[in-house]
């Protein structure tokens, strides 16, 4: 199973990424797939999560309004769309796939917001 992201970079504040999580071992329509992030000297946590039948999606208040997740299942695919960035959310993001108590992770993709 592997994860790999792509799509950070550094980006102006009010600017937009999209992120990719290209997924290979695993099909992203069948687990539970979120993005999490990690700010200099914070914990993990997480930006956006879609279920496996697509039939939910959750944001926390931080990124609600801001963010979209979505998933490509031919592409086997999974994206974050991020706008009206803020400095605040210069993190490292993370893909994560889950299902029945097994994890994985991508090795994530720097976001700098900052002019």
């Known amino acids: 199973v592997q994860l790999v992201e792509s799509g950070g970079g550094l980006v102006q504040p009010g600017g937009s990424l999209r992120l990719s999580c290209a997924a290979s071992g695993l099909a992203v329509s069948s687990y539970a797939m979120r993005w999490y992030r990690q700010g200099p000297g914070l914990e993990r946590e997480l930006a956006a999560t879609i279920t496996s039948d697509g039939g939910s999606i959750n944001y926390p208040d931080s990124v609600k309004g801001r963010f979209t997740i979505s998933r490509d299942n031919a592409k086997n695919t999974l994206y974050l769309q991020m706008n009206s960035l803020k400095p605040e959310d210069t993190a490292v993001y993370y893909c994560?796939?889950?299902?029945?108590?097994?994890?994985?992770w991508g090795r994530g993709t720097q976001v700098t917001v900052s002019s």
């Open positions: 994560n796939a889950q299902k029945w108590g097994l994890s994985y």
